[in-house]
T-cell receptor
């Protein structure tokens, strides 16, 4: 049982480059999330999705894009990398509202450095 | 909007000491409350949760009680171990969104 899988685990980007952080879950969860974790700042919500074809902005969406074409996948796209996007990125998923108050499951994170 | 305020760290304790990490929240209605733990190099894992007022969540010797009157969800453990060293996050969930506190780094020394 893989749970939430994020790739890559580490990446170094140059300013202005673009990349996609991949996130896949095999639990048939409706809800998926992207967070960034900066030192001493906790987790900030970037984007979230309540189901395939539906996405919405979180607290800090600028500089990112997402898509949700399938239930399993929720990739995060950085178009023009900036040093301010250096962070650890976490993907999470959980079942929908109709399945009760259940926990979120997190991937192991992607450490991104923009130089 | 919703917010979580968490005791700032880092916190350093000796093994077998008593632990309290304070957490208060701001939200309308009755959110669900959680404590997550993050071990070095890993993602967050659920430690315990409470879904309504006066509920007590517990796991691995940790406890937290949902106090609606003080909007608090403080984490406690009677006797900490070196293996409890980690970062602890308080969080709330209202509808589809999860909101986290800033995290408290806990270090237990033998």
């Amino acid at each position: 049982n893989a749970g939430v899988t994020q790739t890559p685990k580490f990446r170094i980007l140059k300013i202005g480059q673009s990349m996609t952080l991949q996130c896949t879950q095999d639990m048939n969860h409706n809800y998926m999330y992207w967070y960034r974790q900066d030192p001493g700042m906790g987790l900030k919500l970037i984007y979230y999705s309540v189901g395939a074809g539906i996405t919405d902005k979180g607290e800090v969406p600028n500089g990112y894009n997402v898509s949700r074409s399938t239930t399993e996948d929720f990739p995060l796209r950085l178009e023009l990398a900036a040093p301010s996007q250096t962070s650890v990125y976490f993907c999470a998923s959980r079942p929908g509202l109709h399945m009760g108050n259940t926990e979120a499951f997190f991937g192991q994170g992607t450490r991104l450095t923009v130089v | 909007g919703n917010s979580v305020t968490q005791m700032e760290g880092p916190v350093t304790l000796s093994e077998e000491a008593f632990l309290t990490i304070n957490c208060t929240y701001t939200a309308t209605g009755y959110p669900s409350l959680f404590w997550y733990v993050q071990y070095p190099g890993e993602g967050l894992q659920l430690l315990l949760k409470a879904t309504k007022a006066d509920d007590k969540g517990s796991n691995k010797g940790f406890e937290a009680t949902y106090r609606k009157e003080t909007t608090s969800f403080h984490l406690e453990k009677g006797s900490v171990q070196v293996s409890d060293s980690a970062v602890y996050f308080c969080a709330l969930r209202k509808y589809e969104k999860l909101t986290f506190g800033t995290g408290t780094r806990l270090t237990i020394i033998p």
